[in-house]
């Protein structure tokens, strides 16, 4: 068929739903819609829910080999994504080269979205039996979502949720950054860069594969004042499983760098041979600032280091912790903690994820230094590299409990293990952490001049 006499095919009444979506594979159609939209670059850096949303709004046009399915000029009815067959896109009839393709698109590929107006600017011809899914326009505020982990603006959202979040600059492509109102330290805080390297890469797969397991190594430490960029490889894609390697980068120079693996949920075999520790609930235990006011009130502490904690800076951290030993077991290589988000978190398993995977950084190195504290001393302490493996959901705005345990220390490096456990004892997430642990170099006095 000529071009210039293909007509727009609509959509046969009514499609065969059944022969299109089993192209999509085995399963419900709506999960396995929900599956196809998550494949599409364009669509994977949205929450969660407004994914499954669009699944349940999309429609499906069908066009033989030769149809127009848009024109130059012409509106068109919304986003198109090719689900099956390929199109061509072209300049039209009086441009020059006008017989060459521009290029041709394939599944996965998109148009229709980005114009600034509602009029095409090429042409699309089916090159072969094509199948597109359409978002009809009066759907698109779901293509722009107010943060990539909720859709709607909720004022409740939490400071964790606020930091986790990311600027998508391009496909792959995040920002970062660290809040004013977040705590910081010297350099960015280790579990910042985990949970933002995690969300980023967790914005490249499609939302019904959770991360499992990641693997991370620092390599400089970070600037707080700056900005990060996160550039996310795409390492694999399968049925079951993705694989994604996370580059953070601050000045054009790597600082971090994270691997994680991605799996659908499946049904298997099941056991847990951990056992949580038998410690008090959360409601019996004092917070840090509870703690710390307790401190600045108790005369057992000398009026001079009360008066300069008073002085002192606090910044309530976006986790609630609740430490189940009292003092006296700072020693032990062992700590174990209850903590949650402080605040309300969007219902997105990727962004509680990302939480923990925050949290886990917090207190972690320091357990192998508690055998070697003593009065006066300074230490100094690195993230080296950092795991998780998530064997379960998890909600980080309920109370989890931090079981951390230091097996060994030695040159200049620190070992923690950790285990989290949700409050009806089920094992959520295992962990390991090497650090770097020193102490203190103190600096000689400037010499007086003999003169």
Not at 394 to 414: F, Q, T
Request: proline fraction near 7%.
């Amino acid at each position: 068929m000529d071009r210039e006499e293909g007509k727009a095919a609509p959509a046969q009444s009514p499609p065969n739903l059944g022969a299109i979506l089993a192209n999509l594979g085995p399963g419900c159609h709506w999960c396995a819609v929900t599956e196809f939209l998550g494949q599409v670059p364009l669509l994977q850096c949205l929450p969660g829910s407004s994914i499954r949303r669009i699944a349940e709004v999309v429609q499906i046009k069908r066009y033989e080999p030769g149809d127009y399915v848009a024109r130059e000029g012409e509106p068109v009815d919304g986003l198109y994504i090719i689900l099956d067959g390929q199109a061509e896109v072209s300049a039209s009839a009086n441009a020059e080269e006008a017989n060459r393709p521009d290029y041709v698109l394939n599944k996965y590929d998109y148009f229709g979205y980005g114009t600034n107006s509602s009029d095409h600017q090429v042409n699309v011809v089916a090159l072969s039996k094509l199948t597109c899914f359409i978002l009809p326009n009066q759907y698109g505020h779901l293509l722009q979502p107010k943060t990539i982990w909720n859709a709607e603006e909720t004022p409740e959202h939490s400071l964790l949720e606020r930091i986790l979040h990311l600027e998508p600059l391009e496909v792959d492509i995040f920002r970062g950054f660290t809040l004013p109102e977040a705590p910081t330290f010297r350099q960015v805080f280790g579990g910042q860069l985990i949970g933002q390297a995690l969300a980023a890469a967790s914005k490249t797969v499609d939302c019904l594969k959770m991360v499992h397991s990641l693997h991370a190594i620092f390599l400089v430490a970070g600037d707080n004042n700056m900005p990060i960029i996160y550039q996310v490889h795409r390492a694999r894609d399968g049925s079951s499983f993705a694989t994604r390697k996370v580059e953070a980068k601050q000045k054009g120079l790597v600082i971090f760098t994270l691997i994680a693996s991605f799996q659908k949920e499946e049904v298997g075999f099941d056991h847990q041979a951990a056992i949580m520790p038998n410690v008090p609930p959360p409601e019996q235990l004092l917070n840090l600032e509870e703690i710390r006011e307790r401190r600045l009130t108790d005369p057992r502490f000398p009026t001079q280091y009360r008066n300069l904690a008073a002085k002192k800076k606090f910044t309530p951290w976006p986790i609630e912790m609740r430490f189940c030993e009292d003092s006296a077991s700072q020693h032990k290589p062992s700590l174990n903690y209850w903590f949650r988000a402080r605040g309300k978190l969007s219902d997105d398993q990727a962004l509680h994820r990302c939480v923990v995977a925050y949290a886990s950084d917090l207190l972690y190195s320091g357990v192998s230094l508690n055998p070697h504290r003593e009065k006066g001393l300074k230490t100094y302490s690195l993230s080296l590299d950092h795991s998780i493996w998530f064997h379960k959901p998890v909600k980080a705005d309920d109370w989890l409990l931090y079981v951390i345990e230091s097996p060994s220390a030695h040159g200049g490096r620190g070992f923690v293990t950790g285990r989290m456990f949700n409050r009806q004892g089920e094992l959520i997430m295992s962990l390991t952490q090497e650090a770097l642990i020193r102490r203190e170099k103190t600096r000689e006095p400037n010499p007086r001049p003999k003169l």
